[in-house]
C-alpha cells in the first residue's frame, strides 16, 4: 500500500510500503491535518521516534473485518500510572500513540477506535481529535462569562465555538481580519487587541503569545495555555501578579476517550460545524506541498483522502 513516509526533517516521501499488521486495520478515508503534521514534517517531533517515520494523528476511516465506520484515536492511554489512575488519562505517563493516517491504511489496536455517528462525515470525524483537544481545554478553565481566545487559528476557533456553546461572553484576538471574519461566523466577538479577561486561552503555541495571553488576565483570573511551543522553551513569568494578583496558571494537553466520543457528539449534532473549519482535499502526493505552505487567510484544516 501507500503511505507518506518521513525520512528525515522536510524529507518526505509517498512511497509503497509493507500492508499494515496490527489488532484491527483500518482504511483511511480522511485525515486531516494540524501544526503538529507540520512541525513533524520540518522539524521531527518527539513522539515520532526514530525514521524513517509514519505521522498523521487524526484519522478516520473503515474497519477493513466488519466494515464498520471508525474515528482511529491518535493514542491509548496505559490505564494503570499515576494520571491514568488519578483520572487523568490525558497526560498518561506511558501512552501507546498510534500514528500513520497519511496512508491507505492503519492498524490500530481495538482501544483506539471509536465507533462513528450516523450520517457523520469522515472528515469531520477526522476533526473529532483536535475537537476533543478544546473539549479538554475548555474544562481546564474556569466558568466564568468574561473569557478571551488569543489565536485564531483551527484550535482557537474551536475553542472559541464551544465556549459560545456554552454561553459565554467569547473574544478572539487575531491579526488577521478572515480569522476574525470566521470566529464572529461562530458567535464570537474578534478583535485584533486582547484587552483584559478573566479567563484566558492561549491557541498560538509562542513563547510571545503565552507571555501576552498572562498579561492579558485580570486578577483572580485564570490563563490556559493551550498551545504547545517548541521544546526547550521557557516562559519568564512575573512572580508579583501570580502571588499579589492570585493569577491561575494552567496548561491543556490532548483528551481523554470521553472527550473524544463528546467531540464526535458536537459534530453530528452540528453544535460545531466542521465545513466551516474544512480546507482543501488533497491526496497523499500534494500532502507535502500542502503542509509546507506558509498560513495565511482563513484557518482551515487540510483533508488528506489517500483514495485521491
Ligand atoms: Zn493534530
Ligand atoms: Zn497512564
Do not use: N
Not at 225 to 243: A, I, M, N, Y
Amino acid at each position: 500500500m501507500r503511505a507518506a513516509v518521513l525520512h528525515g526533517p522536510d524529507d518526505l516521501r509517498v512511497q509503497e510500503v509493507e500492508e499494515p499488521a496490527g489488532e484491527v486495520v483500518v482504511e483511511v478515508r480522511a485525515a486531516t491535518a494540524c501544526g503538529t503534521d507540520r512541525k513533524m514534517l520540518l522539524r521531527g517531533h518527539p513522539i515520532l521516534g526514530g525514521y524513517p517515520a509514519r505521522f498523521g494523528h487524526e484519522t478516520a476511516g473503515v474497519r477493513v473485518d466488519s466494515g464498520e465506520r471508525v474515528l482511529v484515536g491518535d493514542s491509548v492511554a496505559c490505564g494503570a500510572c499515576f494520571a491514568c489512575l488519578a483520572g487523568r488519562a490525558a497526560i498518561c505517563r506511558s501512552p501507546t500513540w498510534v500514528l500513520g493516517g497519511f496512508a491507505e491504511r492503519i492498524a490500530a489496536p481495538e482501544a483506539a477506535l471509536h465507533a462513528l455517528p450516523e450520517g457523520l462525515d469522515f472528515a469531520a470525524a477526522a476533526m473529532a481529535e483536535p475537537l476533543a483537544a478544546c473539549v479538554h481545554a475548555v474544562g481546564r478553565g474556569t466558568d466564568v462569562a468574561d473569557v478571551a481566545v488569543l489565536g485564531g487559528g483551527t484550535i482557537g476557533l474551536m475553542l472559541a465555538r464551544l465556549l459560545v456553546l456554552s454561553e459565554r461572553d467569547v473574544l478572539v484576538c487575531d491579526r488577521h481580519a478572515e480569522r476574525r471574519a470566521q470566529a464572529e461566523a461562530l458567535g464570537a466577538r474578534a478583535s485584533s487587541s486582547l484587552g483584559s479577561h478573566e479567563l484566558v486561552f492561549e491557541a498560538v503555541g509562542r513563547v510571545d503569545a503565552w507571555e501576552q495571553a498572562f498579561a492579558a488576565t485580570r486578577p483572580g483570573g485564570t490563563v490556559v495555555f493551550v498551545g504547545g511551543c517548541p521544546s526547550g522553551t521557557s516562559l519568564d513569568l512575573p512572580t508579583g501578579p501570580v502571588h499579589y494578583d492570585e493569577i491561575d496558571v494552567r496548561g491543556a494537553f490532548h483528551h481523554t476517550r470521553e472527550e473524544i466520543d463528546r467531540a464526535l457528539e458536537l459534530l453530528a449534532s452540528g453544535e460545531v460545524d466542521w465545513r466551516a473549519l474544512a480546507g482543501e482535499t488533497v491526496g497523499l502526493e500534494q500532502l507535502g506541498d500542502a503542509l509546507r505552505r506558509p498560513a495565511g487567510g482563513e484557518a482551515r484544516k487540510l483533508i488528506v483522502d489517500p483514495r485521491q
